[in-house]
């Protein structure tokens, strides 16, 4: 059987989440390898579009907190740590 909601066709579940409710799923439950910063955007968004989403979906606000708690995304550190003898190994 084939998944198709407004004439777009949902390739999995998330997908089909995702047109089914107009909601982007990665907006709350993040992505593989975001930094820091770029998570910090997403959680902004994602707590607007929460505010709007309990005023005019409460139902929809529910799934949405449920992505935000339980799928978090490991954040891959990109920062190394500080070599003895100052920046990059360069002794002063």
């Known amino acids: 059987m084939k998944s198709i909601v407004a004439g777009q066709h949902a390739v999995n579940s998330e997908e089909f989440a995702e047109l089914a409710l107009g909601v982007d ?3 709350f439950a993040g992505v593989p390898g975001e930094s820091a ?3 910090q955007a997403r959680l902004d968004v994602a707590v607007a579009v929460l ?3 309990r005023r005019e ?3 929809l606000a ?3 907190e ?3 708690n ?4 490991p954040l891959h550190n990109t920062r190394r740590a ?5 920046v990059l190994g360069v002794a002063a």
Do not use: F, K, N, Q
């Open 82 to 86: 500080a070599r003895p003898g100052g």
């Open 70 to 73: 339980t799928a978090p995304v």
């Open 62 to 64: 529910a799934y949405a």
């Open 51 to 53: 505010a709007d989403l």
């Open 25 to 27: 799923s990665e907006l």
């Open 37 to 39: 910063i770029e998570r």
């Open 57 to 59: 979906d409460p139902e």
């Open 66 to 68: 449920r992505l935000m």
